[in-house]
């Protein structure tokens, strides 16, 4: 214990923070120090080394995480090796086999009063039904090695429902700020981090009438082809609208991507135009007013856009929402990139 100790007292130095798991899967009988019981029980062996570390090594970063098995068999009661609220921060389960019964989450939840569980150990992570069910996990550790035990897909699914972070997620780097903040360390750069979440749009882009969803305009009014420069926080887009009776328009913007209001003019019609990002990130958001005189009454177009790139970049999707004198229109744009083509 004392050797041990030398070392995370360097850590406690250099403000690293310690998921500290000793004695793990306690209640099992395959580790020297498990399943333990009576006088000289795994209980006490767990509260003696915390003793040992906070009150006379005075560790301070350490996480203590009281790690179980699942209880399935006679013996292996939770309540039997549970140290007491005092001496853990976190209650861990260990779970193989996708094994995830019910009658082991609430029997974690009962001993937490409130404090995190989590999963300690897994060979195949929850499913979306599970944590359904089971909502208070915290995080979930898949063992080396056992990755591919799960399909692409259903990691996939997991990976990208909105209730999972990982550390690629911006939203991850935000949650962890004030923590970071907490143990003397400074924020992550959110900025680079974001710039580096987000889409690049830059390229030619033709219009796939076929993959579309309009209405009974069809794709009157809408562009052909875009071809977009994204550079850092200026966005160039030129667009091509096919024209029956005359020449083709080409409209050519520049916005940038803070929200700024970025002014035009459109066939002697003023333009208003916004970019700013969704709060993931991942999508831009546009949003257009264009002022018009009909009858002599000034009117106003209001478009709203939002951008996500799909297919690895590939495609490129536009939702567009408007609103004029004419009605409302609601459209799905499917653009191709013209290189992949």
Not at 34 to 61: I, M
Not at 168 to 173: I, N, Q, V
Not at 199 to 207: A, H, L, R
Not at 208 to 230: M, R, V
Request: aromatic share 12%.
């Amino acid at each position: 214990m004392d050797t041990i100790a030398v070392y995370l007292k360097q850590l406690q130095d250099a403000h690293v923070p310690v998921l500290w798991r000793p004695y793990h899967e306690m209640n099992g009988s395959w580790f020297w120090w498990g399943a333990r019981t009576g006088e000289y029980s795994t209980r006490r062996l767990y509260q003696q080394l915390f003793d040992r570390y906070v009150k006379h090594h005075k560790l301070n970063n350490l996480i203590w995480v009281w790690s179980v098995d699942r209880p399935n068999k006679p013996g292996m009661e939770l309540s039997n090796y549970y140290p007491g609220n005092d001496y853990l921060d976190i209650l861990a389960l260990d779970v193989y086999g996708s094994d995830f019964q019910q009658s082991y989450y609430d029997s974690l939840i009962s001993l937490s009063k409130g404090k995190p569980v989590t999963l300690g150990e897994v060979g195949n992570p929850p499913t979306l039904e599970i944590l359904k069910n089971q909502p208070n996990w915290t995080y979930y550790v898949i063992w080396a090695g056992m990755v591919r035990n799960t399909l692409k897909k259903h990691l996939e699914t997991l990976v990208n429902d909105p209730r999972i972070l990982s550390l690629e997620d911006l939203e991850y780097w935000k949650a962890i700020d004030p923590y970071r903040t907490v143990c003397g360390l400074p924020p992550l750069p959110l900025r680079e981090k974001a710039q580096m979440a987000q889409p690049d749009f830059s390229g030619e882009w033709i219009f796939n009438e076929e993959k579309s969803i309009l209405d009974d305009w069809g794709p009157a009014f809408l562009p052909y082809k875009l071809e977009i420069n994204q550079n850092g926080n200026d966005l160039n887009i030129k667009s091509t609208f096919i024209r029956e009776f005359q020449d083709n328009r080409i409209e050519e913007e520049a916005l940038t991507l803070d929200g700024r209001e970025c002014q035009s003019e459109v066939e002697n019609a003023p333009r208003i135009k916004t970019a700013s990002w969704s709060e993931k990130g991942d999508s831009l958001i546009i949003v257009s007013k264009t002022g018009i005189h009909r009858g002599g009454q000034p009117m106003e177009i209001v478009s709203t856009e939002t951008w996500t790139l799909q297919e690895n970049g590939k495609t490129l999707s536009i939702q567009q929402h408007s609103k004029s004198f004419w009605g409302e229109r609601n459209t799905a744009m499917v653009f191709n990139k013209l290189d992949l083509l």
